[in-house]
C-alpha cells in the first residue's frame, strides 16, 4: 500500500526554532507517552507492509511503470482529499475523526489480507486497494498533526515532533527488514494482517484517550466548501506558506524517483529480493533516525535555507548511488544518504509550514502543504516510471539527481522560516461592529473601509505598509481590496475590501492575530487625524426591506 499514514506523519518531524525542555520531556505526559507508543507499533505494521505491496507489484506486473504506480496509488488520494480532510480536522472533533479513520483502515487490511489468502489479488486489485487505504489516510493525517499541540504543553511541543520522527523512522529502521523475513517465512498475507492489527493498537490508545473538546468559537461553524475555500485563499496569500510549498514542489519531485523505483533498483539493478529491498528501506529508516539527531547540530551552524539546499544536495547524490552502484554496500549506503536528507528536508519544510499557520487554519494549512508533497510525488513517480520504462533506470535515477542539483540555484530565493517570529494569537483588538439594525450571517457581500489623514512626509512609508495589510486582508477573507488617494482632498486615502458575507467579516474579526495588530499599530501611528482611522461597514440592501442608516462606525 506504498507509504500511507506512516509516510505521511514523516511530515512531523523535529521542530526548528528552538527546542523547547528536554529531549524526552514529552514523556513525562501519559497521553503523549501511550500515543506514541501505539503509533509506535503501527509505524512498525505498516512498513512491514511497504515491502510486501511494493515486492507484490513486481511479482504481478513488474514493469516499472507499474511498480511506480503503487507510490502514485497511494499519493493521489492525499492529493485529492487532503483539502476536505483538512477542513474537516479543523471544523470536528480531531480524536474522533482519527479513531473512525483507523477503525476504517483496519478493516479494508482484513479484507485485502482474505483476497490474498484467496488468491484474488492482481495489480490492478493492488492498486484499488493502495488507493483505499490513502483515502484514509488522507483523511486521518491533517487531524495527526493538528492535535500534537493538545498532548504536551507549548515548551514541549519541539521534543515531541522531534520524537514523532524517533517513531517514525524507528519503525522503518525495524519494519522493512523484518517485512521481508516474514515474506519469505510465512508470505504476504502474514504482513497484511500483522498491519491490520496495528491499526487496532491506535484505535485503542485513541478510545483510552478522553480528550475535552477545543472548538470554542461562538461562530457557527463553517460549512465544508466555505472552511475549503477559506483554506486555498490563506495558503495564496500567506507568503511564508507560500514559499515553503515552492521548496516543497522543487525538493519531492525529484526525491519520488527513488521511492518510486526502489523495488526494481534492488531487484534489477542489484540482483537482489525481497530482503535486500528491505535492506535499503532499513538503511533509509537508519539514515533517517540520525537525521533527527542531526538536524537540531545543523540548525545551529546554518540557516533553515542552508539546510535545505544541504538536504536536496544529499538527495542528489543518493540517486546517483543508486543509478550507478554495482555493490550492495553502496547500495546500503546510499539509502543511508538519502534517508538522512529525506528527514531534514521533510523537517525543514513542516516546521516552516507549522509556523506559518495560526490555529484556526492549521489543519487545512498542513493540508494543503500534503497535497503539494503528494501531488509531486504523484506526478514524478509517474514521471519516473515511465521514463525508466522507455530509458531505463540508470538514466532515469540521473536525470532526476542532476535536477534536483539544478533546482537548488532556482528555489534559493523562496525562503523557510519566513513565520518563525510571528504571532498568530488571536488579538482580539477589533471592537465588534454597532449595527443600527439586524444583519443576518449569510447577508452580503459586506463593504468595509477605512480612512486614514497621512502627511506628505509619511506617504512612501504609508503605501508600503497598507499593500502589505491588504495581503493579509485578502489571506484573512477578503475577496477584494483596494486603497485609493482622494484627489479632492489631499492627505485622505481610504482603504476598503469587500467580504462574501456577514459571517465572513465576523470571522475576520475573530481571525486577526498579534502579528496584525502590530502592523496595523504602524499605520495608525502615520495616521494625522483627530481622530481614529474612520471605519464604515455597508452590506448589500435587501428588497423590500427598510433599513435604517448603515455602515456604523467602529475602530478595527
Known amino acids: 500500500m506504498g507509504y500511507r499514514l506512516r509516510l505521511l506523519c514523516l511530515l512531523i518531524m523535529p521542530g526548528g526554532g528552538g527546542m523547547g525542555g528536554s529531549a524526552f520531556s514529552p514523556f513525562k505526559h501519559r497521553v503523549f507517552t501511550v500515543l506514541w507508543t501505539a503509533t509506535l507499533i503501527s509505524n512498525i505494521g505498516t512498513w512491514m507492509f511497504n515491502v510486501t505491496s511494493g515486492w507484490v507489484m513486481t511479482e504481478l506486473s513488474p514493469s516499472p511503470l507499474m511498480v511506480s504506480m503503487v507510490q502514485a496509488a497511494t499519493a493521489l488520494p492525499i492529493f485529492l482529499f487532503a483539502l476536505p480532510a483538512g477542513a474537516l480536522g479543523d471544523l470536528f472533533d480531531r480524536r474522533k475523526l482519527l479513531l473512525w479513520s483507523q477503525i476504517m483502515l483496519a478493516v479494508v487490511l482484513f479484507l485485502f489480507a482474505g483476497l490474498l489468502w484467496k488468491d484474488g489479488v492482481n495489480a490492478w486489485v493492488l492498486l484499488l486497494f493502495t488507493f483505499i487505504t490513502g483515502a484514509g489516510s488522507a483523511f486521518a493525517t491533517p487531524a495527526w498533526q493538528a492535535i500534537i499541540p493538545r498532548l504536551v504543553p507549548r515548551d514541549a511541543l519541539a521534543p515531541a515532533i522531534a520524537l514523532n520522527g524517533v517513531s517514525i523512522n524507528a519503525a522503518r529502521a525495524i519494519g522493512p527488514a523484518l517485512g521481508g523475513f516474514i515474506i519469505a517465512a510465512a508470505g504476504a498475507v502474514a504482513t497484511v494482517l500483522l498491519d491490520a492489527v496495528s ?160 490555529d484556526w487554519v492549521r489543519a487545512r494549512g498542513l493540508a494543503i502543504f500534503q497535497m503539494v508533497l503528494f501531488g509531486a510525488m504523484t506526478a514524478g513517480s509517474l514521471g519516473w516510471g515511465q521514463a525508466a520504462a522507455v530509458a531505463g533506470l540508470s538514466l532515469a535515477l540521473t536525470v532526476s539527481g542532476l535536477l534536483a542539483l539544478f533546482l537548488i540555484p532556482i528555489t534559493v530565493r523562496f525562503k523557510l522560516n519566513l513565520g518563525e517570529y510571528h504571532d498568530h494569537t488571536p488579538s482580539g483588538h477589533w471592537t465588534e461592529p454597532a449595527v443600527s439594525t439586524f444583519v443576518s450571517h449569510d447577508h452580503g457581500p459586506v463593504l468595509v473601509t477605512l480612512e486614514y489623514r497621512i502627511d506628505d512626509a509619511d506617504r512612501d512609508a504609508f503605501c508600503l505598509l497598507i499593500r502589505e495589510l491588504g495581503i493579509i486582508r485578502r489571506r484573512d477573507g477578503a475577496i477584494q481590496w483596494g486603497f485609493f488617494e482622494d484627489v479632492e482632498d489631499h492627505g485622505r486615502f481610504i482603504e476598503m475590501f469587500t467580504v462574501e458575507s456577514w459571517l465572513a467579516h465576523l470571522r475576520q474579526h475573530a481571525r486577526v492575530s498579534a502579528a496584525d495588530k502590530i502592523l496595523q499599530d504602524k499605520i495608525v501611528a502615520l495616521h494625522r487625524g483627530a481622530t481614529p482611522p474612520r471605519v464604515t461597514h455597508a452590506v448589500t440592501p435587501l428588497a423590500g426591506k427598510h433599513l435604517q442608516a448603515i455602515p456604523k462606525n467602529h475602530h478595527d
Open 199 to 358: 491499526y487496532l493498537a491506535v484505535v485503542a490508545a485513541l478510545v483510552w484517550w478522553h480528550a475535552a473538546a477545543t472548538q470554542t468559537d461562538t461562530l457557527p461553524r463553517e460549512r465544508l466548501a466555505g472552511a475549503m475555500r477559506a483554506g486555498v485563499r490563506f495558503a495564496l496569500h500567506s507568503t511564508p506558506l507560500r514559499h515553503t510549498l515552492i521548496r516543497a514542489l522543487a525538493f519531492f519531485i525529484c526525491a519520488s524517483a527513488y521511492w518510486a523505483l526502489l523495488p526494481l533498483v534492488a531487484k534489477d539493478m542489484f540482483q537482489g529480493g525481497p530482503s535486500l529491498y528491505g535492506i535499503f528501506l532499513t538503511a533509509l529508516g537508519i539514515g533517517a533516525v540520525a537525521g533527527v539527531f542531526l538536524l537540531p547540530v545543523m540548525k545551529k551552524h546554518v540557516s533553515a535555507d542552508k539546510v535545505m539546499m544541504l538536504a536536496t544536495a544529499g538527495t542528489a547524490l543518493c540517486l546517483l548511488m543508486f543509478a550507478y552502484g554495482e555493490y550492495t554496500g553502496i547500495g546500503i549506503a546510499a539509502g543511508l544518504i538519502g534517508g538522512v536528507s529525506w528527514i531534514i528536508a521533510v523537517a525543514s519544510l513542516n516546521v516552516s509550514a507549522q509556523v506559518a499557520l495560526p
